[in-house]
C-alpha cells in the first residue's frame, strides 16, 4: 500500500533535487482556472442571482438568500450535543491563550535626535473566513480562523461555508454552532469558487472583504489565486499532508495510525514516514492494512497511502532523515525518535512540528492551540501557518525634526544622484532654506 524509496548507501543531493525525488500531492490549478473565471465573473456583474444559480447546480440547493439567519445559528448552539460543545470550548480556550501571545506591539525607534520610525500593527478591516464542508464539516477550522483574526482586531468577520441539503440547505449545524459560540453571526451558505468571488466582490448582504483565509480544494484555492490583488490571501492550499521522522524507538501501531489519519482527509492527501529503521518500516507496512480496514473511510485511506504522493523514504540516520524532512518541508510534521525534542529543534521547514509519541497531528488539529491552518506543498520553507500576525499589517509611521532632516540631507542628495533622481534631493534641500 505505501510504496518504498531507499535513499540509504549514497550521499543525498542538494534540497531542490532531493525534495523532487520524495512523494508529494500534485494540484494542477491552472487546469481548473477555465471553470472557475467565468463563474467568478458571473459572481461580478450578476451579484445574489448568480450565486443562486450556481449553488443550485452545484450543490442542489436552491435559496433565495444565501445569508443564514441568526435563528439558525442559535438553534445550532442550543441543539449542539453537549459533548462537542464541550470540546469546542477547550478548543477555542486553549487557541485563544496561545494567539494571544502572538499579539504584536507598536514600537518607536529614534534614529537621530529629533527623527523618529514607529512601526505600528494594525488589522486588517474585513475579512472572510472560507470553512470547507466537502468531504468532511470543518467545524474546528471555524475556531483555527475566528480566534487568530478577533485577536488581532478584525472589526467586521463574515463566515461562508458550503449548504448542506441534509441541513435544509444551511451549512453543517456543527460549523454553525462553533460560529454562534465565537459570536460570529455574519455567515453564508455558500462554497467553492463562488463563496471566493462573493468575498471579493460582494453579493447580496454580503459586502466585500479586504482578505480571505481558510482552506479549501482547488476550486476554492484557484479563486483564491483569480483574485488576488483584489484581496489578500493566506496562501494557495493544496493536499493536506504528513511526514513522520521515526527511528527504532517508534512505535510502529502509533506510526501506522498517524499516517491513516491525515489521509483520512482526501484521497489526494500524503503521508510519508522517513525511517532509519528498516524493520520500523516492516512494521508499519503490516499494521496499515487491517487499521486501514478497520476505520470508516478505508476507500479514501487507501486511495491516499497507495497514491504517489505517500511512501515511506528509508535513509542512513538521523542526519539524513532530518535533510529529508527539510526538503520535503511538510505542512505537519511527526518527530518520534530518541530524543525527539532534540532531534524538532533542528528542523528548519515545516508548517508545525509534533514532538514525541504523545503529540500527534490529531492533537494539533483540534486541541493544541496551535493552528492547523498550515502550508502546504512545500511552501514551508518560505511560509508560515495562519496566526494573528496573518490579519496584522505593519505601518511605518516616519517623524523628523526640522534640524534631524537637515542632517542627512547630505546623505539624500548623494543617493538621489546616484539613482539620477535629482527631484528627491530637491524636496529636501527647499524645506532648508
Excluded at 200 to 205: E, K, L, R, T
Amino acid at each position: 500500500m505505501l510504496a518504498r524509496i531507499d535513499l540509504r548507501g549514497s550521499a543525498l543531493p542538494g534540497p531542490r533535487v532531493l525534495g523532487g525525488l520524495l512523494p508529494r500531492a500534485g494540484t494542477d490549478i491552472d487546469s481548473v482556472m477555465a471553470t472557475v473565471r467565468p463563474l467568478c465573473e458571473d459572481v461580478r456583474i450578476r451579484g445574489a442571482q448568480a450565486v443562486r444559480e450556481i449553488t443550485a447546480r452545484l450543490d442542489g440547493v436552491d435559496a433565495e438568500d444565501f445569508a443564514v439567519p441568526k435563528v439558525a445559528l442559535d438553534r445550532a448552539l442550543a441543539e449542539c450535543d453537549p459533548a462537542l460543545r464541550a470540546a469546542l470550548e477547550e478548543t477555542i480556550d486553549r487557541v485563544r491563550r496561545v494567539h494571544a501571545d502572538q499579539r504584536r506591539s507598536d514600537v518607536t525607534t529614534q534614529v537621530a535626535p529629533g527623527g523618529t520610525v514607529t512601526e505600528r500593527w494594525l488589522p486588517v478591516r474585513r475579512v472572510g473566513l472560507y470553512v470547507p464542508g466537502g468531504l468532511a464539516p470543518l467545524l474546528s477550522s471555524v475556531v483555527m480562523n475566528v480566534v487568530p483574526a478577533q485577536i488581532a482586531g478584525v472589526e467586521s468577520l463574515a463566515v461562508a461555508s458550503p449548504p448542506q441539503r441534509d441541513h435544509g440547505g444551511l451549512p453543517d449545524p456543527g460549523v454553525l454552532a462553533a460560529c454562534a459560540l465565537l459570536g460570529v453571526s455574519e455567515v453564508y451558505a455558500v462554497g467553492g469558487a463562488q463563496a471566493i468571488a462573493v468575498f471579493g466582490y460582494g453579493a447580496g448582504s454580503c459586502e466585500p472583504v479586504d482578505m480571505v483565509t481558510g482552506p479549501g480544494n482547488v476550486y476554492v484555492t484557484a479563486a483564491k489565486r483569480l483574485l488576488r490583488g483584489l484581496i489578500g490571501i493566506d496562501s494557495e492550499a493544496g493536499p493536506t499532508e504528513v511526514a513522520i521522522l521515526a527511528d527504532e524507538t517508534a512505535d510502529p501501531a502509533h506510526v501506522a495510525a498517524d499516517l491513516i489519519s491525515q489521509a483520512e482527509h482526501d484521497p489526494l492527501a500524503g503521508a510519508v514516514l522517513v525511517t532509519t529503521s528498516e524493520r520500523l518500516a516492516d512494521d508499519v507496512l503490516t499494521l496499515v492494512p487491517g487499521q486501514v480496514a478497520a476505520t470508516k473511510h478505508s476507500d479514501r485511506i487507501a486511495t491516499a497511502l497507495g497514491g504517489s504522493q505517500s511512501g515511506i523514504v528509508l535513509v542512513d540516520d538521523l542526519d539524513a532523515g532530518v535533510r529529508v524532512v527539510d526538503a520535503y518541508a511538510a505542512e505537519h510534521l511527526e518527530i518520534q525518535t530518541r530524543d525527539a525534542h532534540e532531534v524538532a529543534m533542528r528542523v528548519r521547514n515545516a508548517g508545525a512540528i509534533f514532538v514525541g509519541p504523545w503529540s500527534p497531528v490529531s492533537l494539533g488539529d483540534y486541541c493544541a492551540g496551535s493552528n492547523h491552518v498550515l502550508p502546504t506543498g512545500g511552501c514551508a520553507r518560505h511560509s508560515s501557518g495562519l496566526s494573528v500576525q496573518s490579519f496584522l499589517r505593519g505601518i511605518h509611521v516616519v517623524e523628523f525634526d526640522r534640524q534631524a532632516l537637515a542632517d542627512v540631507a547630505a546623505h539624500i542628495d548623494a543617493l538621489s544622484g546616484a539613482e539620477d533622481l535629482p527631484a528627491h534631493g530637491a524636496a529636501v534641500r527647499v524645506r532648508q532654506r
